[in-house]
C-alpha cells in the first residue's frame, strides 16, 4: 500500500488539486447552493409527470401526457435500470455537488489522457486544466445543457483507451474503451458522441497510414479488433438507449415531413432543414475569440454598455439629460428592439464564445513547428475539418457536403457545437509540443528560435488588435446599415444623433476587444517567459509546468467568471419554488378528471415547459417532438388557433392574460371532446396533406378523418351509428389507460390519445386488437358490439428488449474490466 502512495502520489495531490479548484470556483455549493440554469429548470417542468409516478409506483413511465397531448419520455427521463452505464453516471454526479462532479470529470478525463501519453504530471495538469475550463463548457454548465457538458468528459479518456490499445495493452485499453464509450452514449447527447466519432475516424485513418509505412499492419489489425469489440460491447451496454432513440428519432421533427414540402413549410424541406441545422454557425472572424475572448463582444449583453464610462451610455445620456434609470431603459430598449448589443457576430444571439486560452493558442502555434507525432497530424486535420464544418452557412462548401452525404450528419443542429472536439485538440497539441520540447530531441537554439516565431505570431496578432483593431475587424454587424436607419426613425429623422450612437456602440465593442488583445498579449508573454526559461535551464521543469498550469488556470478562470459566476446559484428552496402556482392553475389542478389537457397562451406556448409543470399541455418544450405533431403546431395553431383541433385533443381549459393589467384569465372549452368517443362518420383522405386540410374544419364528435391507408382496418358492413354507446375512461396511468366500452353494434371509437404505433398496442378484454390513426394525430379503432373493457398500454419492444441486451452488456463489460486488471496487476508483479 505505502508503495503504491509512493508510486501515485503525484497523481493524487493533483487531483486533490482539482478538488479544490472546483470547490473554490463553484464555491456557492458549500453554502447549499446549486445553478439556476434555465435549461434544467425546464427539465424539471418536463419530468412533473415521470417524476410523480415514480415516486409513486417505484417505476417510471416509459410515456408522458405533460407535453405535446403526450410522447415517448425515453429523451425526457428513462431509468434504463439494467443497464451498467446508468449507475456509473450516478457515481460521477452524485459524489460532489453540481458542478463540481461534471467539471472534474473533464479535468481528470483529460488528466488520464495525458498521462496515457507520457506526459510530466504538472504539464498533464495544465492541459487538463486547458481543456475543462474552455469557456465553451462554463457557458453550456450556465445554460444547463448538463448532458452536453457530460458528454464531452469522456472525449479524452476515451481516446486514452484507443491509444493504450493501439500501444499493445489490448485488454486495459480495449476495456476501459468500452467503459468510456459506455457512458458517453448513456450521457444520451448524440451529436457530441457523433463528433468524436468523426475525429476518430480520422484518427484511425492516420493509424492506418502509420500502420502500412512503418509495416506494421497486422499489430495494428489486431488492435482494431479489440477496439471493435469495445464499441460493440459499448452499444450492448447502452441497447436500450440507441434503440429507442433510433426508432423514435425517425418520428420526430429529425425525420421526414409527412406533408409534402409546399403543405409544410412552403418551399424546398432540404433547404429548411439546411437553415434549421446552420442556425448557429460559428462567424469565419468570430474564430479568432479562440485567441483573444471577448473580440467579438462576448455574449449578447449590454453589461459594459450601461456602464456609466461606455460610450453609448455617454452619447445616450445627452438625450435622457443625464437620467442613469432613462438612460439604461433607453439601451435596454435599443438592445432589444434594434439589436444593438455587445456581441456583433451572425449568429442569432450567444451566451459566450469559444475561447481556448491565449497561452494555450502560442504553444499550439509552437507545436505546429516542433511535434514529430504522426498524432499533429491527427490534431491538425480533424481542427482544420471540425473549425471549417463550424462555419455552416458561413462557408457551405464544407458543410454542405457533409449535410448532404455524409451519415446523419443533418440530424443535428447548431453545427458551431463541433467546436467541443477542437477545444480538446487545440490543449493536446500545445502540451505535446512542450513535451517535445523537453524530451530534447531538438536543437534547443532551433526551439528557442520556433518559440519565438510562435509568440511573434500569436502575440503580434493581439498586439496589433490591441494598437490598430479596425485593421481586421469592423465591430459592425452584417446589418449596420439597416439598424442606423430604424435608429433614424426611431430619433425622428435625427440622423446625426442616430450615427453618434451607433458610433459610440462601435467605440465601446473597440474598447472591449482592444482590452482582451492586451490581455492576451500579456499571457502569451508569461507563457513565452516560462517555456523560455525552462528550455534555458533557468527553471526546472516542474517549477516551470507547475507555474504554467497556474497560469493557464488563472487566464481561464478569469474569463470563465464572466459567463459562469456566483451569481448563477441560487437557494435549492428557491429552485425547488421556481414554478409557483398561479390562481387559474390552481383551479385548474382542482379538477379531479384524471385526463384532460390546458392550453396556455401566457407565454411561448410551444417552446416553453412552464406550463407542463402543472398541466397536461397541447404545448411546451423539447428539442425533438414528434413530428407529426409539430406539423399540427404550424397548420392549425400557428397563425390561428383552430377550435375543432383544441377539441379533438381534449383541450378542457384556455389559460389567457389580459394585456392592460396583466391579470390571467381561465376560459373552459364546453366543446372539448373528452377522453374518447363514438363517430357515427369515416371520411377517408388520400395522404397527409388531405387529412390535415381535413381537419382544418370539422366536426370530431361526428366524423372521424382516416387516411386511407386504413381502411383495410376498418369493416364498414358492420359498422352501426354508435347510437346509445357509451365509451369511458375509467383508470389513468400515463402508460396504461384502462376504458369501459358499451355498444349495441360496431363502432368507431376515437381516442384523445397521440398516435404512436412504435410501443402502444391496443387489449379488449385482454386480447390484443389493431387500432390506427385518426383526425392526423390521435388513436382510433373499430370496436365491437357489447361490454368490454378496452386498454392502451405502452410496451415498446425497443425498451425491455433492449434492457435485457444492456443487462448482457454490462455483465461483459464488468467481466472484461475485471479481467484487463488482473492481467494487468499479473504483469506488473511478474516484472
Known amino acids: 500500500m505505502n508503495n503504491w502512495l509512493k508510486a501515485n502520489g503525484i497523481h493524487l495531490a493533483i487531483i486533490g488539486f482539482f478538488v479544490i479548484i472546483c470547490f473554490v470556483y463553484f464555491s456557492p455549493v458549500l453554502q447549499g447552493k446549486a445553478p439556476a440554469q434555465d435549461d434544467v429548470l425546464q427539465a424539471k417542468a418536463m419530468q412533473k409527470e415521470i417524476m410523480e409516478y415514480k415516486d409513486k409506483d417505484g417505476k417510471a413511465p416509459l410515456w408522458t401526457n405533460q407535453m405535446f397531448g403526450g410522447m415517448p419520455a425515453y429523451q425526457i427521463w428513462a431509468q434504463y435500470a439494467y443497464n451498467g452505464a446508468t449507475y456509473g453516471l450516478k457515481l460521477i454526479l452524485n459524489v460532489f455537488p453540481s458542478p463540481v462532479g461534471t467539471v472534474l470529470l473533464l479535468l481528470s478525463g483529460a488528466y488520464f489522457l495525458f498521462i496515457v501519453l507520457r506526459i510530466n504530471p504538472w504539464l498533464a495538469a495544465a492541459g487538463a486544466i486547458a481543456f475543462a475550463f474552455t469557456t465553451y463548457n462554463f457557458v453550456l454548465i450556465a445554460a444547463g445543457h448538463n448532458n452536453k457538458v457530460l458528454a464531452i468528459g469522456f472525449f479524452a479518456p476515451i481516446i486514452a483507451g484507443f491509444i493504450l490499445t493501439l500501444r499493445g495493452k489490448y485488454w486495459i485499453g480495449g476495456s476501459l474503451t468500452a467503459l468510456f464509450l459506455a457512458l458517453l452514449i448513456r450521457a444520451n447527447h448524440v451529436q457530441m ?147 444593438m448589443q455587445q456581441y456583433w457576430g451572425e449568429k442569432p444571439g450567444t451566451s459566450g464564445g469559444y475561447y481556448f486560452g491565449a497561452i494555450i493558442c502560442f504553444l499550439f502555434v509552437f507545436g505546429l513547428f516542433i511535434v514529430r507525432s504522426h498524432l499533429k497530424w491527427w490534431i491538425l486535420a480533424t481542427t482544420v475539418l471540425f473549425i471549417l464544418l463550424s462555419f455552416g452557412k458561413n462557408f457551405p462548401l464544407i458543410s454542405d457536403l457533409f449535410f448532404d452525404y455524409f451519415p446523419l450528419y443533418n440530424k443535428f443542429r447548431a453545427v458551431e457545437s463541433i467546436l467541443a472536439v477542437v477545444g480538446l485538440m487545440v490543449p493536446l497539441l500545445a502540451i505535446l509540443a512542450v513535451k517535445e520540447a523537453q524530451d530534447g530531441n531538438t536543437d534547443q537554439k532551433v526551439l528557442i528560435q520556433k518559440l519565438k516565431w510562435s509568440a511573434g505570431i500569436t502575440g503580434g496578432f493581439a498586439l496589433i488588435v490591441a494598437i490598430v483593431p479596425t485593421l481586421f475587424f469592423s465591430f459592425k454587424t452584417a446589418n449596420h446599415q439597416e439598424i442606423v436607419q430604424a435608429l433614424t426613425q426611431t430619433l425622428q429623422n435625427n440622423t446625426a444623433l442616430a450615427h453618434k450612437i451607433a458610433n459610440a456602440l462601435i467605440e465601446d465593442r473597440i474598447a472591449i476587444g ?44 478569469q474569463v470563465d467568471r464572466r459567463y459562469l459566476n ?49 398541466h397536461k399541455t397541447i404545448g411546451g418544450y423539447h428539442a425533438a417532438k414528434l413530428k407529426r405533431y409539430q406539423e399540427l403546431i404550424e397548420k392549425q395553431f400557428s397563425k390561428s388557433i383552430n377550435q375543432d383541433a383544441l377539441d379533438m385533443l381534449n383541450t378542457k381549459y384556455i389559460i389567457t392574460q389580459d394585456q392592460q393589467n396583466g391579470s390571467y384569465k381561465m376560459q373552459r372549452n364546453a366543446t372539448a371532446a373528452g377522453n374518447a368517443w363514438i363517430v357515427p362518420k369515416v371520411q377517408f383522405a388520400k395522404d397527409a396533406d388531405e387529412e390535415m386540410t381535413a381537419i ?66 391496443m387489449y379488449v378484454d385482454g386480447v390484443e386488437k389493431p387500432y390506427f390513426r385518426a383526425d392526423y394525430v390521435l388513436r382510433a379503432a373499430q370496436l365491437e358490439a357489447g361490454n368490454h373493457k378496452v386498454e392502451f398500454k405502452f410496451e415498446p419492444v425497443s425498451y425491455y428488449m433492449g434492457e435485457k441486451i444492456s443487462l448482457a452488456g454490462s455483465i461483459l463489460l464488468v467481466a472484461g474490466l475485471g479481467f484487463a486488471f488482473y492481467s494487468e496487476n499479473k504483469k506488473k508483479k511478474a516484472a
Open 193 to 339: 458522441a457523433y463528433y468524436l466519432f468523426l475525429s476518430v475516424l480520422i484518427f484511425m485513418g492516420i493509424e492506418l497510414y502509420q500502420a502500412y509505412k512503418t509495416k506494421t499492419l497486422p499489430a495494428l489489425g489486431k488492435a482494431v479488433g479489440y477496439l471493435t469489440a469495445a464499441l460493440v460491447l459499448a452499444v450492448m451496454v447502452n441497447a436500450s438507449v440507441l434503440w429507442t432513440t433510433a426508432e423514435y428519432a425517425k418520428e420526430t421533427i429529425r425525420g421526414k415531413s409527412n406533408l409534402t414540402s409546399a403543405a409544410s413549410d412552403g418551399g424546398d424541406s432540404n433547404a429548411k432543414a439546411k437553415e434549421y441545422a446552420y442556425g448557429w454557425s460559428q462567424g469565419i472572424g468570430e474564430s479568432f475569440t479562440f485567441l483573444i475572448p471577448d473580440l467579438y463582444g462576448g455574449a449578447t449583453s449590454i453589461n459594459e454598455l450601461v456602464k456609466p464610462e461606455s460610450h453609448m451610455y455617454k452619447a445616450i445620456s445627452e438625450v435622457t439629460g443625464g437620467d442613469p434609470a432613462q438612460t439604461t431603459q433607453a439601451i435596454q430598449q435599443l438592445a432589444q428592439n434594434l439589436n
Open 514 to 557: 482592444r482590452a482582451d488583445a492586451i490581455r492576451s498579449f500579456i499571457f502569451i508573454a508569461i507563457g513565452f517567459t516560462l517555456i523560455w526559461a525552462f528550455l534555458t535551464k533557468k527553471m526546472t521543469a516542474q517549477v516551470a509546468f507547475g507555474l504554467l498550469a497556474f497560469a493557464v488556470l488563472f487566464d481561464m478562470w
Open 566 to 614: 456566483n451569481s448563477n446559484f441560487a437557494s435549492k428552496s428557491d429552485l425547488a419554488s421556481h414554478f409557483e402556482p398561479r390562481d387559474v392553475d390552481n383551479f385548474i389542478i382542482a379538477d379531479k378528471d384524471p385526463d384532460f389537457r390546458v392550453l396556455d397562451l401566457t407565454g411561448n406556448t410551444f417552446s416553453n415547459a412552464s406550463a407542463s409543470a402543472f
Open 696 to 761: 382544418s374544419s370539422f366536426d370530431p364528435k361526428q366524423e372521424a378523418i382516416v387516411d386511407v391507408r386504413y381502411k383495410s382496418m376498418i369493416d364498414e358492413k358492420r359498422l352501426g351509428p354508435g347510437t346509445g354507446a357509451i365509451i369511458k375512461l375509467e383508470s389513468y396511468h400515463p402508460d396504461h389507460l384502462v376504458y369501459s366500452f358499451s355498444a349495441a353494434t360496431d363502432v368507431i371509437a376515437v381516442f384523445s390519445e397521440i398516435y404512436y404505433d412504435k410501443g402502444w398496442n
